[in-house]
């Protein structure tokens, strides 16, 4: 079964400061797909950034970096030099092979960044 | 500009009446979904569909309904079997056939039931 675990419901961030959100998951598959997106309060979902399971380097992209540890199941998502504008929801996701259309979604951690 | 459109934005709905909430895509994606996001929480899939006239349920497909007449198209019919209907809908499509393709969303559909 595919599952993705999102441990941290709430984070506070000081502007300008770093922040990791966590990601954990299981799947039996070999290759599969994670990824990160934003939902600030107006409700809409912002794709963030994809790392595949076979690629060899950490994704980027601008201030978002994914820290891919296949080894440990986990695919956190580093946020560099916060901004008042990242307080929002932000969840990880997963696409597996076995049934690629099907994406499997995490409970999701709010982040409020502090000016 | 290619995208998802979702409508209404907002919809009010008497108990007992059954609703349903337009999606349309104009991305060329085969798959669609229809995912239901409840306050604080996060996405729970509803229905997905992979082709034309083909749709399988998602974890929470109990009191719902779609179709998929046209590539373009994914309604979704919330019935009045369904008994919390309030909620946050989202629909979704993604390029079919691999692993790599991101999920593309509309802006969504306030619910509520009256």
């Known amino acids: 079964a595919q599952k993705i675990t999102q441990t941290q419901p709430g984070m506070f961030v000081q502007e300008k400061e770093a922040v990791t959100l966590d990601c954990t998951y299981d799947t039996s598959d070999q290759s599969y797909g994670l990824f990160w997106y934003k939902q600030p309060s107006s409700g809409e979902m912002i794709f963030l950034i994809y790392q595949g399971s076979y690629d060899e380097q950490n994704a980027t992209e601008g201030r978002y970096s994914l820290n891919f540890q296949k080894a440990r199941k986990s695919a956190n998502l580093v946020i560099s030099a916060s901004q008042l504008g990242d307080s929002a929801m932000y969840f990880c996701a997963m696409r597996g092979s076995y049934n690629f259309n099907k994406f499997y979604f995490g409970s999701g951690t709010k982040l409020n960044v502090k000016p | 500009d290619g995208g998802i459109t979702q409508s209404p934005k907002y919809l009010f709905r008497k108990e007992g009446q059954n609703v349903t909430l337009s999606c349309e895509q104009n991305l060329n994606h085969d798959a669609m979904y229809w995912y239901r996001q409840d306050p604080g929480q996060g996405l729970r899939l509803i229905y997905y569909?992979?082709?034309?006239?083909?749709?399988q349920k998602g974890d929470i497909a109990e009191g719902y309904s779609v179709s998929r007449e046209k590539k373009e198209s994914f309604p979704l019919t919330v019935t009045s079997a369904q008994k919390n209907p309030t909620a946050f809908y989202l629909c979704a499509s993604s390029p079919a056939g691999k692993n790599t393709g991101e999920l593309f969303f509309g802006e969504g559909s306030r619910l509520t039931v009256l």
């Open positions: 569909s992979q082709i034309v006239n083909d749709f």
